[in-house]
T-cell receptor, first 114, second 112 residues
């Protein structure tokens, strides 16, 4: 079973607060991803990383930022949360050395900004 | 722009029925197509398809890819209430952000 963790699982926070969503994996995967999913809608890639010190923006524009200082850790930060940021955030990782493109997903963080 | 379209968006059937879920895609430099099952939180991996016409099978689930017509189907036979979930189709392309382009999913409900 894949070992990828996200904390917190649920977060309700007021407008203007700074928040960091944590994601860590113990599989040694170089590639990691953040997706955003609104209820009933498709997943959208917002950030990805090929490895330490590599971060790129995804297909969907996002006001969040990410960092990759360690292979196992890929946190996402919102400097000033707004109600429009209310969504589910899913972290994933994959192993680029294999032929499989399978991405392993964490359990997600459901964020509500009031 | 890469696009994945799933149909139907929702489906209600009775236990024991067979269902077919559809996925069509338009992506740049297509590499593979993946199916996921999403119950309450994170998607769990079902199949990855890279070659046309080769059926992948896992228990009562099977899937096949048609790269000429740009679609895939996911079949579930002898459905059970535990099969109730959102089934996501995603296409991986060779360019751009290196992530997956997901469809909106098919919400499948199996009634006892």
């Amino acid at each position: 079973e894949a070992d990828i963790y996200q904390t917190p699982r649920y977060l309700v926070i007021g407008t203007g607060k700074k928040i960091t969503l944590e994601c860590s994996q113990t599989m040694g995967h170089d590639k990691m991803y953040w997706y955003q999913q609104d209820p009933g809608m498709e997943l959208h890639l917002i950030h990805y990383s090929y490895g330490v010190n590599s971060t790129e923006k995804g297909d969907l524009s996002s006001e969040s930022t990410v960092s990759r200082i360690r292979t196992e850790h890929f946190p996402l930060t919102l400097e000033s949360a707004r109600p429009s940021h209310t969504s589910q955030y899913l972290c994933a990782s994959s192993d680029p050395t294999g032929i499989s493109y399978e991405q392993y997903f964490g359990p997600g963080t459901r964020l509500t900004v009031t | 722009e890469d696009k994945v379209v799933q149909s139907p968006l929702s489906l209600v059937v009775h236990e024991g029925d067979t269902v077919t879920l559809n996925c069509s895609y338009e992506v740049t430099n297509f590499r593979s197509l993946l199916w996921y099952k999403q119950e309450k939180k994170a998607p769990t991996f079902l199949f990855m398809l890279t070659s046309s016409g080769i059926e992948k099978k896992s228990g009562r689930l099977s899937s096949i890819l048609d790269k000429k017509e740009l679609f895939s189907i996911l079949n579930i036979t002898a459905t059970q209430t535990g099969d109730s979930a959102v089934y996501l189709c995603a296409a991986k392309s060779g360019g751009g952000a290196d992530g997956l382009t997901f469809g909106k999913g098919t919400h499948l409900i199996i009634q006892p």
